[in-house]
Protein backbone atom coordinates (compact mmCIF):
# COMPACT_ATOMS: atom_id res chain seq x y z
CA UNK A 1 0.00 0.00 0.00
CA UNK A 2 0.99 3.37 -0.68
CA UNK A 3 1.56 6.41 1.36
CA UNK A 4 1.02 9.69 0.39
CA UNK A 5 4.29 10.80 -0.92
CA UNK A 6 4.28 7.27 -2.63
CA UNK A 7 0.72 8.45 -4.67
CA UNK A 8 2.44 11.50 -5.66
CA UNK A 9 6.25 9.75 -6.87
CA UNK A 10 3.84 7.58 -8.47
CA UNK A 11 1.93 10.18 -10.35
CA UNK A 12 5.18 12.36 -11.11
CA UNK A 13 6.15 9.36 -13.46
CA UNK A 14 3.47 10.33 -15.65
CA UNK A 15 5.20 13.82 -16.42
CA UNK A 16 6.96 14.59 -19.84
CA UNK A 17 9.16 17.10 -20.33
CA UNK A 18 8.18 20.21 -21.43
CA UNK A 19 4.66 19.79 -19.38
CA UNK A 20 2.70 22.80 -18.09
CA UNK A 21 0.81 20.98 -15.22
CA UNK A 22 -1.63 22.34 -12.53
CA UNK A 23 -1.43 20.87 -9.31
CA UNK A 24 -4.33 20.59 -6.65
CA UNK A 25 -3.99 21.10 -2.88
CA UNK A 26 -2.99 17.59 -0.74
CA UNK A 27 -1.39 14.83 -2.19
CA UNK A 28 -1.26 16.89 -6.01
CA UNK A 29 0.77 19.04 -4.38
CA UNK A 30 3.51 17.03 -3.39
CA UNK A 31 4.43 15.90 -6.86
CA UNK A 32 6.24 18.87 -7.16
CA UNK A 33 8.84 16.84 -5.45
CA UNK A 34 9.57 14.09 -7.51
CA UNK A 35 9.97 15.70 -10.95
CA UNK A 36 11.91 13.26 -13.03
CA UNK A 37 15.23 14.41 -13.05
CA UNK A 38 16.02 15.28 -16.80
CA UNK A 39 12.99 16.96 -17.63
CA UNK A 40 11.63 20.44 -17.46
CA UNK A 41 8.07 20.72 -15.77
CA UNK A 42 6.41 24.28 -15.60
CA UNK A 43 4.19 24.34 -12.69
CA UNK A 44 0.80 26.71 -13.49
CA UNK A 45 -0.86 28.14 -9.87
CA UNK A 46 -4.50 29.21 -10.96
CA UNK A 47 -4.33 32.35 -8.61
CA UNK A 48 -2.37 33.54 -11.19
CA UNK A 49 1.32 32.01 -11.79
CA UNK A 50 3.15 29.97 -14.18
CA UNK A 51 6.36 28.96 -13.05
CA UNK A 52 6.00 28.02 -9.26
CA UNK A 53 9.12 27.21 -7.09
CA UNK A 54 9.49 25.52 -3.66
CA UNK A 55 8.75 26.94 -0.81
CA UNK A 56 10.56 29.89 0.55
CA UNK A 57 13.51 29.82 3.25
CA UNK A 58 12.74 31.32 6.52
CA UNK A 59 12.47 35.29 6.79
CA UNK A 60 12.23 34.99 2.11
CA UNK A 61 8.30 34.52 2.64
CA UNK A 62 6.59 37.01 0.89
CA UNK A 63 3.16 37.74 1.38
CA UNK A 64 2.15 39.24 -2.18
CA UNK A 65 3.66 35.57 -3.42
CA UNK A 66 1.07 32.40 -2.88
CA UNK A 67 -0.24 29.24 -4.56
CA UNK A 68 -3.55 28.13 -4.99
CA UNK A 69 -3.60 26.79 -1.44
CA UNK A 70 -2.32 30.10 -0.21
CA UNK A 71 0.84 29.07 0.56
CA UNK A 72 3.85 31.37 0.75
CA UNK A 73 5.98 30.04 -2.51
CA UNK A 74 8.95 31.21 -4.90
CA UNK A 75 8.91 31.87 -8.79
CA UNK A 76 11.66 30.14 -10.78
CA UNK A 77 13.51 31.85 -14.14
CA UNK A 78 10.97 32.26 -16.51
CA UNK A 79 7.75 32.57 -14.34
CA UNK A 80 4.73 35.20 -15.56
CA UNK A 81 2.48 36.28 -13.11
CA UNK A 82 -1.35 37.41 -14.92
CA UNK A 83 -5.16 37.31 -13.41
CA UNK A 84 -7.52 34.93 -12.64
CA UNK A 85 -9.45 35.58 -16.07
CA UNK A 86 -6.22 34.39 -18.07
CA UNK A 87 -5.43 31.72 -15.55
CA UNK A 88 -8.66 29.81 -16.37
CA UNK A 89 -8.44 30.96 -19.77
CA UNK A 90 -5.37 29.31 -20.55
CA UNK A 91 -7.01 26.43 -18.86
CA UNK A 92 -10.09 26.42 -20.58
CA UNK A 93 -8.15 26.75 -23.78
CA UNK A 94 -6.17 23.36 -23.23
CA UNK A 95 -3.12 25.18 -22.71
CA UNK A 96 -2.51 23.02 -19.27
CA UNK A 97 -1.03 19.61 -20.38
CA UNK A 98 -2.15 17.72 -17.31
CA UNK A 99 -3.92 18.53 -14.27
CA UNK A 100 -4.01 16.43 -10.81
CA UNK A 101 -6.10 16.94 -8.45
CA UNK A 102 -7.73 15.04 -5.41
CA UNK A 103 -11.38 13.55 -5.07
CA UNK A 104 -14.26 12.10 -2.55
CA UNK A 105 -15.59 10.00 -5.04
CA UNK A 106 -14.86 8.91 -8.65
CA UNK A 107 -17.32 7.02 -11.16
CA UNK A 108 -16.69 4.21 -13.72
CA UNK A 109 -17.52 6.60 -16.59
CA UNK A 110 -15.21 9.31 -14.94
CA UNK A 111 -17.39 11.80 -13.09
CA UNK A 112 -16.03 13.62 -9.99
CA UNK A 113 -17.10 14.92 -7.19
CA UNK A 114 -14.87 16.68 -4.75
CA UNK A 115 -16.31 20.14 -3.01
CA UNK A 116 -19.22 19.15 -1.29
CA UNK A 117 -20.89 17.03 1.58
CA UNK A 118 -24.37 18.23 1.68
CA UNK A 119 -25.46 19.21 5.38
CA UNK A 120 -21.62 18.93 6.33
CA UNK A 121 -18.82 20.56 4.62
CA UNK A 122 -19.35 23.73 2.01
CA UNK A 123 -16.05 25.18 1.19
CA UNK A 124 -16.95 25.58 -2.31
CA UNK A 125 -15.51 24.26 -5.96
CA UNK A 126 -12.92 26.79 -6.13
CA UNK A 127 -11.20 26.19 -9.41
CA UNK A 128 -12.08 22.41 -9.74
CA UNK A 129 -14.89 22.88 -11.87
CA UNK A 130 -12.85 24.96 -14.40
CA UNK A 131 -10.36 22.37 -14.37
CA UNK A 132 -11.74 19.16 -14.91
CA UNK A 133 -14.05 20.83 -17.46
CA UNK A 134 -11.58 21.45 -19.63
CA UNK A 135 -8.41 20.22 -18.99
CA UNK A 136 -6.97 17.36 -21.25
CA UNK A 137 -5.23 15.02 -18.80
CA UNK A 138 -6.96 14.69 -15.30
CA UNK A 139 -4.81 12.31 -12.86
CA UNK A 140 -7.02 11.82 -9.69
CA UNK A 141 -5.04 11.16 -6.79
CA UNK A 142 -7.13 9.56 -3.75
CA UNK A 143 -7.17 7.13 -0.86
CA UNK A 144 -8.94 4.09 -2.58
CA UNK A 145 -11.30 3.78 0.46
CA UNK A 146 -13.12 6.10 2.72
CA UNK A 147 -12.09 6.22 6.81
CA UNK A 148 -15.31 3.44 7.17
CA UNK A 149 -13.39 1.15 4.28
CA UNK A 150 -15.94 1.97 1.58
CA UNK A 151 -14.94 2.20 -1.75
CA UNK A 152 -14.62 5.72 -3.26
CA UNK A 153 -14.22 4.04 -6.50
CA UNK A 154 -18.13 4.12 -7.63
CA UNK A 155 -20.79 3.01 -10.69
CA UNK A 156 -22.27 6.08 -9.96
CA UNK A 157 -20.80 9.26 -7.18
CA UNK A 158 -23.11 10.24 -4.41
CA UNK A 159 -22.37 13.22 -3.63
CA UNK A 160 -22.91 16.31 -5.77
CA UNK A 161 -20.58 16.47 -8.80
CA UNK A 162 -17.28 18.47 -9.64
CA UNK A 163 -17.37 17.49 -13.25
CA UNK A 164 -18.52 14.80 -15.83
CA UNK A 165 -16.78 11.90 -17.70
CA UNK A 166 -13.77 13.74 -17.04
CA UNK A 167 -11.04 11.61 -15.21
CA UNK A 168 -8.72 9.97 -17.29
CA UNK A 169 -7.01 8.25 -14.60
CA UNK A 170 -6.47 7.32 -10.65
CA UNK A 171 -3.74 6.84 -8.79
CA UNK A 172 -5.16 5.37 -5.44
CA UNK A 173 -3.24 4.00 -2.41
CA UNK A 174 -3.82 0.46 -3.63
CA UNK A 175 -3.70 0.70 -7.72
CA UNK A 176 -3.40 2.97 -10.91
CA UNK A 177 -6.86 2.39 -12.81
CA UNK A 178 -7.40 3.97 -16.11
CA UNK A 179 -11.47 5.39 -16.89
CA UNK A 180 -11.78 3.86 -19.62
CA UNK A 181 -15.46 3.56 -22.09
CA UNK A 182 -16.71 0.16 -19.99
CA UNK A 183 -15.35 1.17 -16.72
CA UNK A 184 -11.86 0.83 -14.34
CA UNK A 185 -9.62 -0.48 -16.30
CA UNK A 186 -6.84 -2.07 -13.50
CA UNK A 187 -3.33 -1.03 -14.68
CA UNK A 188 -1.04 -1.39 -11.66
CA UNK A 189 -1.07 -2.82 -8.34
CA UNK A 190 0.58 -1.09 -5.15
CA UNK A 191 3.68 -3.54 -4.13
CA UNK A 192 2.33 -5.80 -1.64
CA UNK A 193 -1.57 -5.37 -2.69
CA UNK A 194 -3.17 -8.09 -4.38
CA UNK A 195 -6.10 -8.17 -7.52
CA UNK A 196 -8.12 -9.33 -4.80
CA UNK A 197 -7.88 -6.73 -2.80
CA UNK A 198 -8.34 -4.10 -5.06
CA UNK A 199 -11.37 -5.91 -6.56
CA UNK A 200 -13.31 -6.19 -3.00
CA UNK A 201 -12.44 -2.38 -2.78
CA UNK A 202 -13.44 -1.17 -5.85
CA UNK A 203 -17.51 -0.99 -6.56
CA UNK A 204 -17.46 0.48 -9.75
CA UNK A 205 -16.45 -2.16 -12.23
CA UNK A 206 -13.29 -3.18 -12.44
CA UNK A 207 -11.19 -5.05 -15.60
CA UNK A 208 -8.72 -6.83 -15.50
CA UNK A 209 -7.20 -8.04 -18.20
CA UNK A 210 -3.83 -10.20 -17.77
CA UNK A 211 -1.25 -10.09 -15.26
CA UNK A 212 -1.30 -6.69 -13.50
CA UNK A 213 2.08 -5.42 -12.56
CA UNK A 214 3.39 -4.47 -9.35
CA UNK A 215 4.29 -0.36 -9.59
CA UNK A 216 7.75 0.08 -10.33
CA UNK A 217 8.55 3.56 -8.05
CA UNK B 1 -11.45 65.61 -12.51
CA UNK B 2 -9.57 64.32 -9.58
CA UNK B 3 -9.60 60.97 -8.54
CA UNK B 4 -7.50 61.06 -5.56
CA UNK B 5 -8.97 61.06 -2.26
CA UNK B 6 -7.17 61.30 1.24
CA UNK B 7 -8.44 58.36 2.62
CA UNK B 8 -10.63 54.98 2.97
CA UNK B 9 -13.38 56.41 4.71
CA UNK B 10 -13.24 59.27 2.28
CA UNK B 11 -13.35 57.35 -0.56
CA UNK B 12 -16.26 54.67 0.26
CA UNK B 13 -18.41 57.22 1.79
CA UNK B 14 -21.74 56.87 -0.50
CA UNK B 15 -21.18 52.98 0.39
CA UNK B 16 -24.64 52.61 1.63
CA UNK B 17 -26.73 49.60 3.61
CA UNK B 18 -27.65 46.97 0.72
CA UNK B 19 -24.96 47.94 -1.75
CA UNK B 20 -23.36 45.19 -4.01
CA UNK B 21 -19.63 45.40 -3.93
CA UNK B 22 -16.72 43.16 -5.53
CA UNK B 23 -13.44 42.77 -3.42
CA UNK B 24 -10.40 41.77 -5.11
CA UNK B 25 -8.04 39.46 -3.74
CA UNK B 26 -7.54 35.80 -3.42
CA UNK B 27 -6.94 34.39 0.02
CA UNK B 28 -5.83 37.19 2.20
CA UNK B 29 -3.75 38.26 -0.86
CA UNK B 30 -3.93 41.21 -2.55
CA UNK B 31 -6.94 42.26 -0.74
CA UNK B 32 -8.26 45.55 -0.08
CA UNK B 33 -7.30 46.08 3.83
CA UNK B 34 -8.05 49.54 3.70
CA UNK B 35 -11.60 49.53 2.61
CA UNK B 36 -12.55 46.72 4.42
CA UNK B 37 -11.34 48.32 7.77
CA UNK B 38 -13.35 51.84 6.41
CA UNK B 39 -16.93 49.57 5.89
CA UNK B 40 -16.68 47.77 9.55
CA UNK B 41 -16.17 51.70 10.87
CA UNK B 42 -18.88 52.74 8.95
CA UNK B 43 -21.37 50.04 9.75
CA UNK B 44 -22.68 49.48 6.73
CA UNK B 45 -25.07 46.29 6.55
CA UNK B 46 -27.08 44.16 4.34
CA UNK B 47 -23.99 44.37 1.95
CA UNK B 48 -23.79 41.70 -0.85
CA UNK B 49 -19.96 40.87 -1.57
CA UNK B 50 -18.30 38.94 -4.89
CA UNK B 51 -15.23 37.88 -3.67
CA UNK B 52 -13.25 34.93 -4.45
CA UNK B 53 -13.30 34.15 -0.81
CA UNK B 54 -14.61 34.95 2.57
CA UNK B 55 -11.62 36.25 4.21
CA UNK B 56 -10.76 34.11 7.87
CA UNK B 57 -12.27 34.68 11.34
CA UNK B 58 -10.28 37.93 12.05
CA UNK B 59 -9.08 39.28 8.96
CA UNK B 60 -10.56 40.15 5.23
CA UNK B 61 -13.92 39.93 4.26
CA UNK B 62 -14.40 37.54 7.76
CA UNK B 63 -14.15 41.22 9.58
CA UNK B 64 -17.53 42.46 8.13
CA UNK B 65 -19.06 38.91 8.80
CA UNK B 66 -18.29 39.10 12.19
CA UNK B 67 -20.23 42.50 12.49
CA UNK B 68 -23.11 40.72 10.55
CA UNK B 69 -22.90 43.29 7.78
CA UNK B 70 -23.64 41.29 4.85
CA UNK B 71 -25.89 39.61 3.64
CA UNK B 72 -25.07 37.60 0.72
CA UNK B 73 -21.79 36.29 -0.18
CA UNK B 74 -20.94 35.13 -3.70
CA UNK B 75 -17.84 33.59 -4.12
CA UNK B 76 -15.52 30.42 -4.85
CA UNK B 77 -14.07 29.27 -1.96
CA UNK B 78 -14.91 29.42 1.39
CA UNK B 79 -13.31 27.20 3.68
CA UNK B 80 -10.96 28.02 6.80
CA UNK B 81 -13.52 30.67 7.91
CA UNK B 82 -15.63 29.21 10.78
CA UNK B 83 -18.07 32.22 11.30
CA UNK B 84 -18.94 32.23 8.22
CA UNK B 85 -19.80 28.44 7.88
CA UNK B 86 -21.99 29.28 11.33
CA UNK B 87 -24.27 31.95 9.28
CA UNK B 88 -24.60 29.75 6.79
CA UNK B 89 -26.15 26.58 8.35
CA UNK B 90 -28.22 28.96 10.47
CA UNK B 91 -29.45 30.62 6.87
CA UNK B 92 -28.28 33.85 8.57
CA UNK B 93 -26.00 34.58 5.38
CA UNK B 94 -26.98 33.78 1.50
CA UNK B 95 -24.17 32.46 -0.18
CA UNK B 96 -23.77 31.54 -4.01
CA UNK B 97 -20.72 29.47 -4.81
CA UNK B 98 -19.92 29.48 -8.61
CA UNK B 99 -16.49 28.47 -10.06
CA UNK B 100 -13.02 30.24 -9.72
CA UNK B 101 -12.68 30.98 -13.57
CA UNK B 102 -16.42 31.58 -14.22
CA UNK B 103 -15.91 34.04 -11.30
CA UNK B 104 -12.93 36.16 -12.96
CA UNK B 105 -14.37 35.77 -16.17
CA UNK B 106 -17.82 37.13 -15.83
CA UNK B 107 -16.36 40.07 -14.13
CA UNK B 108 -13.90 40.48 -17.44
CA UNK B 109 -17.22 40.48 -19.38
CA UNK B 110 -18.23 43.17 -18.08
CA UNK B 111 -15.01 45.05 -18.52
CA UNK B 112 -14.80 43.73 -22.09
CA UNK B 113 -18.36 45.08 -22.78
CA UNK B 114 -20.13 41.41 -23.13
CA UNK B 115 -23.12 40.39 -21.91
CA UNK B 116 -22.30 37.19 -21.68
CA UNK B 117 -19.74 34.63 -21.27
CA UNK B 118 -19.92 30.44 -22.33
CA UNK B 119 -18.07 27.97 -20.01
CA UNK B 120 -17.98 24.32 -19.71
CA UNK B 121 -17.57 24.80 -16.02
CA UNK B 122 -20.20 23.22 -14.45
CA UNK B 123 -21.84 21.05 -17.13
CA UNK B 124 -23.94 18.31 -15.95
CA UNK B 125 -23.58 19.71 -12.09
CA UNK B 126 -25.53 21.60 -9.94
CA UNK B 127 -24.58 24.58 -11.22
CA UNK B 128 -25.88 24.19 -14.31
CA UNK B 129 -29.03 23.96 -12.92
CA UNK B 130 -31.41 26.55 -14.39
CA UNK B 131 -29.04 27.83 -17.02
CA UNK B 132 -28.80 27.98 -20.87
CA UNK B 133 -26.28 26.10 -22.34
CA UNK B 134 -25.42 25.60 -25.91
CA UNK B 135 -23.01 23.18 -27.56
CA UNK B 136 -20.04 24.04 -29.76
CA UNK B 137 -17.95 21.80 -31.92
CA UNK B 138 -19.84 18.76 -29.86
CA UNK B 139 -18.89 20.11 -26.43
CA UNK B 140 -21.41 21.77 -23.97
CA UNK B 141 -21.19 25.12 -22.04
CA UNK B 142 -23.20 27.26 -20.02
CA UNK B 143 -24.08 30.72 -20.63
CA UNK B 144 -23.24 32.82 -17.70
CA UNK B 145 -24.09 36.63 -17.57
CA UNK B 146 -21.47 39.38 -16.92
CA UNK B 147 -21.42 40.89 -13.44
CA UNK B 148 -21.38 44.12 -12.58
CA UNK B 149 -21.07 45.77 -9.52
CA UNK B 150 -22.73 49.20 -7.24
CA UNK B 151 -18.86 49.18 -6.05
CA UNK B 152 -15.80 47.45 -7.08
CA UNK B 153 -12.98 47.54 -4.30
CA UNK B 154 -9.45 46.68 -5.36
CA UNK B 155 -5.91 47.11 -4.64
CA UNK B 156 -2.61 47.68 -6.27
CA UNK B 157 0.89 47.82 -5.46
CA UNK B 158 1.36 51.13 -7.63
CA UNK B 159 -1.55 53.32 -8.65
CA UNK B 160 -0.94 57.55 -10.62
CA UNK B 161 -3.43 60.39 -10.15
CA UNK B 162 -4.94 59.69 -13.39
CA UNK B 163 -6.04 55.86 -11.82
CA UNK B 164 -3.78 53.48 -13.74
CA UNK B 165 -3.11 50.53 -11.49
CA UNK B 166 0.22 47.97 -11.46
CA UNK B 167 0.05 44.74 -9.35
CA UNK B 168 2.03 42.87 -7.98
CA UNK B 169 2.83 39.02 -8.13
CA UNK B 170 -0.07 36.78 -7.25
CA UNK B 171 -1.39 39.85 -5.55
CA UNK B 172 -3.05 40.56 -9.12
CA UNK B 173 -5.72 37.42 -8.93
CA UNK B 174 -8.84 39.38 -9.17
CA UNK B 175 -7.80 42.63 -9.03
CA UNK B 176 -7.94 44.11 -12.60
CA UNK B 177 -11.00 41.70 -13.45
CA UNK B 178 -13.09 43.25 -10.56
CA UNK B 179 -11.54 46.75 -11.24
CA UNK B 180 -13.11 46.59 -14.51
CA UNK B 181 -16.67 45.48 -13.38
CA UNK B 182 -17.59 48.12 -10.61
CA UNK B 183 -20.13 51.31 -11.87
CA UNK B 184 -17.47 52.66 -9.25
CA UNK B 185 -14.36 51.73 -8.82
CA UNK B 186 -11.82 52.47 -6.08
CA UNK B 187 -8.54 51.22 -5.82
CA UNK B 188 -6.17 51.65 -2.69
CA UNK B 189 -2.62 51.64 -3.57
CA UNK B 190 1.06 51.30 -1.33
CA UNK B 191 2.43 53.58 -3.34
CA UNK B 192 0.62 56.72 -5.48
CA UNK B 193 2.81 59.05 -7.80
CA UNK B 194 1.49 61.81 -9.72
CA UNK B 195 0.76 60.87 -13.19
CA UNK B 196 3.58 60.18 -15.94
CA UNK B 197 5.82 58.62 -13.41
CA UNK B 198 4.80 55.34 -13.81
CA UNK B 199 5.81 53.57 -16.97
CA UNK B 200 2.60 53.42 -19.46
CA UNK B 201 4.46 50.34 -20.82
CA UNK B 202 3.74 48.67 -17.21
CA UNK B 203 0.05 49.43 -16.80
CA UNK B 204 -2.22 46.52 -15.78
CA UNK B 205 -5.35 48.10 -15.16
CA UNK B 206 -5.64 51.97 -17.42
CA UNK B 207 -7.02 54.60 -15.51
CA UNK B 208 -10.77 54.51 -17.33
CA UNK B 209 -11.84 51.94 -15.41
CA UNK B 210 -10.69 53.43 -11.79
CA UNK B 211 -13.10 56.18 -10.85
CA UNK B 212 -11.12 56.80 -7.16
CA UNK B 213 -8.01 56.25 -5.78
CA UNK B 214 -6.21 56.45 -2.31
CA UNK B 215 -2.95 55.77 -0.64
CA UNK B 216 -3.24 52.57 2.13
CA UNK B 217 -2.53 54.27 5.50
CA UNK B 218 -1.45 50.86 6.69
CA UNK B 219 -0.95 46.67 5.05
CA UNK B 220 -0.68 44.10 7.37
CA UNK B 221 -0.74 41.54 4.14
CA UNK B 222 -1.32 38.74 6.48
CA UNK B 223 0.03 35.45 5.58
CA UNK B 224 -2.57 32.94 5.59
CA UNK B 225 -0.67 29.60 5.25
CA UNK B 226 3.11 30.23 5.84
CA UNK B 227 5.23 27.67 4.50
CA UNK B 228 8.51 27.08 4.40
CA UNK B 229 11.48 24.92 3.40
CA UNK B 230 14.81 23.89 5.18
CA UNK B 231 18.27 24.74 3.80
CA UNK B 232 19.47 21.71 2.08
CA UNK B 233 22.70 20.47 4.27
Not at chain 1, 67 to 76: D, F, P, R, S, V
Given at each position: ??????????????????????????IP??????????????????????????????G??????????????????????F??????????????????????????N??????????????????????V?????????M???????????L?????????????????????????????????????????????????G?????G??????? | ??????????AI??????????????????????????????????L??????A??????I?L????????????????E??E?E??L?????????????????????S????????????V???????????????????M????????????????????N???????????????????I??????????????NP???????????????????????E?????????
Amino acid sequence: MLDKNQIAQRIAKELKDGYYVNLGIGIPTLVANYIPDGITVTLQSENGLLGMGPFPLAGEEDPDLINAGKQTITTLPGSAFFDSAMSFGMIRAGKVDLTVLGAMEVSENGDIASWKIPGKMVKGMGGAMDLVASAKNIIVAMMHTNPKGESKLLKKCNLPLTGIKCVKKIVSNLAVIEVTENGFRLLERAPGVTVEEIQNKTEGNLIIEGEIPEMNL
Amino acid sequence: MNKVFKNADEAIHDIGNGSIIMLGGFGLCGIPENCIAALVKKEVKELTCISNNAGVDDFGIGLLLKKKQLKKMIASYVGENAEFERQLLTGELEVELIPQGTLATRCMASGYGMPAIFTPAGVGTEVAEGKESRVFNGKEYLMEYAFESDFALVKAWKGDTAGNLIYKETARNFNPLMAMAGKITIAEVEELVEAGQLNPNEIHTPGIYVHRIFKGSVYEKRIEQRTIRQVAN
